[in-house]
T-cell receptor, first 117, second 111 residues
Framework: GAVVSQHPSRVICKSGTSVKIECRSL??????MFWYRQFPKKSLMLMAT?????????EQGVEKDKFLINHASLTLSTLTVTSAHPEDSSFYIC?????????????FGPGTRLTVL | EDKVVQSPLSLVVHEGDTVTLNCSYE??????LLWYKQEKKAPTFLFML????IEKKSGRLSSILDKKELFSILNITATQTGDSAIYLC???????????FGQGTELSVKP
């Protein structure tokens, strides 16, 4: 149980294009999903917290107009990188927290590697 | 500012060795501390610790939390090459579920 998928797993795009990444909880409902960014050999940097049916909460320094987050259902959140540039190249990971259990156990997706040329 | 610090940042050992990874934290509120193992893709959950002094164990891995001194350790005994990974420590500061991650410890186990 507690499987989270991400799609696509890898994407290469040209500078200036937009890229959408999907995060799905496959066998549980997730009222909250989180989007992280990870640079090589670095830890996870939280970008935003996505709550189903409401606006995402962005961490300081993360541009909300550049990284659009939508959490339309209890099993799906999407991250759209708009007008991508080479500096946006990174490993993007989502995690999902099951509907209230009293435990903050997050389950991670396999990640999406974005390369912007 | 809430922060989580792991040490060492990297470690190279030989198969059969025992390793101890450290995680210290400073947070305004504390609910739990979590350990994850990350190989090539996403982190996989190892342990969640909420109470001081109670060891969590899973096979050759074990972890314990000291809430007075604000740290946790992750022990791996009889290491194997498959233990090679980045080990991440994260703290839940009771702020809407987000986790604060440390920098990670990159463990390399040589045959």
């Amino acid at each position: 149980g507690a499987v989270v998928s991400q799609h696509p797993s890898r994407v290469i795009c040209k500078s200036g294009t937009s890229v959408k990444i999907e995060c799905r909880s496959l066998d549980f409902q997730a009222t909250t999903m989180f989007w992280y960014r990870q640079f090589p050999k670095k830890s996870l940097m939280l970008m935003a917290t996505s709550n189903e049916g409401s606006k995402a909460t962005y961490e300081q320094g993360v541009e909300k107009d550049k990284f659009l987050i939508n959490h339309a259902s209890l099993t799906l959140s999407t991250l759209t990188v708009t007008s991508a540039h080479p500096e946006d190249s990174s490993f993007y990971i989502c995690s999902a927290r099951p509907a209230p259990t009293g435990r903050n156990e997050q389950f991670f997706g396999p990640g999406t590697r974005l390369t912007v040329l | 500012e809430d922060k989580v610090v792991q040490s060492p940042l990297s470690l190279v050992v030989h198969e059969g060795d025992t390793v101890t990874l450290n995680c210290s934290y400073e947070v305004t509120n504390f609910r739990s501390l979590l350990w994850y193992k990350q190989e090539k893709k996403a982190p996989t959950f190892l342990f969640m610790l909420t109470s001081s002094g109670i060891e969590k164990k899973s096979g050759r891995l074990s972890s314990i939390l000291d809430k007075k001194e604000l740290f946790s350790i992750l022990n791996i005994t009889a290491t194997q090459t498959g233990d090679s990974a980045i080990y991440l420590c994260a703290v839940d500061p009771s702020q809407g579920g987000k986790l604060i991650f440390g920098q990670g410890t990159e463990l390399s186990v040589k045959p």
